[in-house]
């Protein structure tokens, strides 16, 4: 299986301030197609997941546009330009090329 | 609006077997799967499985070889994921996400999730 690993596991951060978040894959998340199926996701306490990012840098319907991913290849990160109080929550990376899908491990963030 | 929602908590025995429904609404089932995740207490997310809502073909993590069922009613656009010979490593709370897997579909992959429906095997 495809080993995805986040980095910081936890994530202090300053409302108002940047944060950035990376995802490193154990092999190439390029499919066939030329398309990466990278995602991120956050999820809030007690709530289920919530898909913020698709292909690496697309973002979701109703995303806001301070979060941004990027990357390629093994190599991605997911950025937000200013924190809010509602970004609150552990963010996941999964990939979708390789089979089974896998998930990283999460990283926790949270306001200073 | 899309809609999944997801049958309730149950506690369950070691060795039984547990059935949580996925009753989907908002879209055209046929056209789209469904994929079963789930998280363990203070852990992270595993995906267990994925369906078909077409023709119901379904594939499901090697680990889970045996123990598990994906199955679908497209007259009611539920899906349902049974678990088999319970332990208490299997307690956690399992979702399920539309996933259509066609690449030309990328931006429906796993953009909405059920509530998510916790099932504790306790003796």
């Known amino acids: 299986d495809v080993v995805m690993t986040q980095s910081p596991l936890s994530l202090p951060v300053t409302l108002g301030q940047p944060a950035s978040i990376s995802c490193r894959s154990s092999q190439s998340l390029v499919y066939s197609d030329g398309h990466t199926y990278l995602k991120w996701f956050l999820q809030r306490p007690g709530q289920s997941p919530r898909r913020l990012i698709y292909?690496?840098?697309k973002r979701g319907s109703g995303v806001p546009d301070r979060f941004s991913g990027s990357g390629s290849g093994s190599d991605f990160t997911l950025k937000i330009s200013r924190v809010e109080a509602e970004d609150v929550g552990v963010y996941y990376c999964m990939q979708g090329t390789h089979w089974p899908p896998t998930f990283g491990q999460g990283t926790k963030v949270e306001i200073k | 609006q899309v809609q999944l929602v997801q049958s309730g908590a149950e506690v369950k025995k070691p060795g039984a077997s547990v059935k949580v429904s996925c009753k989907t609404s908002g879209y055209t089932f046929t056209n789209s799967g469904i994929s079963w995740v789930r998280q363990a207490p203070g852990q992270g997310l595993e995906w267990l499985g994925w369906i078909s809502g077409y023709n119901g073909d379904a594939n499901h993590a090697p680990r889970l070889q045996g123990r598990i069922t994906l199955t679908t009613d497209t007259s009611t656009s539920t899906a349902y994921m049974e678990l088999r010979s319970l332990s208490s490593d299997d307690t956690a709370v399992y979702y399920c996400a539309r996933d259509p897997t066609a690449a030309a579909d990328s931006e429906k992959h796993f953009d909405y999730w059920g509530q998510g429906s916790l099932v504790t095997v306790s003796s």
């Open positions: 292909e690496v840098s």
